[in-house]
């Protein structure tokens, strides 16, 4: 029974289908458009158009005068006290978010060196004492340096803005 209504939609659909093609074509659309009138624009001129110009004029003017300009740099700088030292920059770390960025993943102890492999904003990699950061590497922070690397007890401590941060690897 379902196949009996399916097959009769097909064939109506290709029997109209047919009949439209089949049809005589005619694109003889014949429209004139000289009959039809332009629009004209009209400009109006009188006393009172001028007098709502010169309100506008004084209305922003009235606004210029209550607006506040644009405090420079130096001013906004001198201002923050806490966080980035310069919140134009896009390079300087927040203090906070020190403690959370750098992540201990190994150490490793040889007879000449002793290195940290960490990871810092998406970098991995492997700092020695010798580290500063913004200098030799980019792991650690700029202006970040590393004071000492202890392997027996897996602790680094790194000094960044004159304060000593502890970092342990946890087991």
Known sequence: MKNNIVIKILLSVFAS???FSCSPKSNNIDFDFTTLKKSKKVKVNNKENGDEDKKIN????????DLVPLKDKQEILSRSKFGKKDPFSKGEIQLKKFNSDLKLTGFLSTENNKYVFVSYLDNEGAITEDSIGGVNTNLLPDGAKV??????NMKLIINFEKE???FDMQK
């Open 58 to 65: 004084q209305e922003n003017s009235i606004i210029i005068k």
């Open 147 to 152: 004071i000492t690397i202890d392997s027996k």
């Open 164 to 166: 000593n941060f502890t």
């Open 17 to 19: 289908t047919f009949l």
